[in-house]
């Protein structure tokens, strides 16, 4: 799979489990706080990608990692000076990112980076600044209760509830003296029911 970085490099992304962390990882304690950058996916929800940690100052810009990922098996970094990471004081480095320093703006949205490897990497600025890489994450929408007055929505868990995250199921059922019309049973799918039909209870 190839994607685009901001600059519109292109890169080749594996599609296996998150590789080991590079060994300038636990470098991070020299760097400031990381900074989050958010992407517009639709008009419902967004990613927020928490990515790369800036250079602090006394750090030189000038040298740079180039990330081989033909090689990330081994976790060898080749860098500027043709030599493995480590041999040049005070390099600037990108900062792999992780799973869990993502999340959905909506707070009912479902993350998920369902066989995808994904990463921050550096802009290769001389001038220090760090622009967001890489990354394979997608949240998915929730759905909103589709149904008539008098229904009764419950969850997996028999929970009574009015929104239902992508992947769960809700079903619908009538008060006694009631009677259902459309599926009792629906399930959603990144912001859709898979049976859009509104579910109705009619009085006897």
């Known amino acids: 799979m190839i994607q685009l970085s901001r600059s519109g490099a292109e890169h080749v ?4 489990n998150p590789l080991p962390l590079p060994a300038f990882e636990k470098e991070a304690k020299d760097w400031e706080t990381p900074s ?7 008009a419902d929800f967004r990613i927020i990608s928490l990515c790369l940690l800036s250079p602090l100052s006394g750090c030189d810009p000038s040298f740079q990692c180039e990330l081989d990922y033909s090689r990330f098996d081994t976790s060898e970094i080749i860098c500027a000076n043709n030599n493995t990471f480590g041999t040049t004081a005070d390099p600037c480095y990108g900062h792999w990112s ?6 959905c703006v909506d707070p009912n949205g479902r993350l ?8 921050c990497q550096g802009s290769g600025s001389n001038t220090g600044d760090w622009d967001s890489g890489l990354y394979s994450l ?3 929408a929730p759905c909103t209760i589709n149904a008539g007055s008098n ?10 509830v009015t929104i239902v995250k992508d992947g769960e199921y809700v079903k619908y059922s009538c008060p006694d003296g009631y009677t259902g019309i459309g599926t009792s049973q629906v399930t959603c799918s990144d912001g859709v029911w898979d049976d859009p039909t509104q579910f109705v209870c009619l009085g006897e």
């Open 112 to 119: 998920s980076s369902t066989g995808a490897t994904y990463w």
């Open 13 to 16: 992304v594996s599609n296996k």
């Open 98 to 103: 992780s799973f869990s320093d993502c999340d």
């Open 138 to 140: 997608e949240c998915f």
């Open 36 to 42: 989050k950058s958010e992407t517009l996916v639709n």
């Open 151 to 160: 229904v009764i929505a419950e969850n997996s868990t028999d929970e009574v």
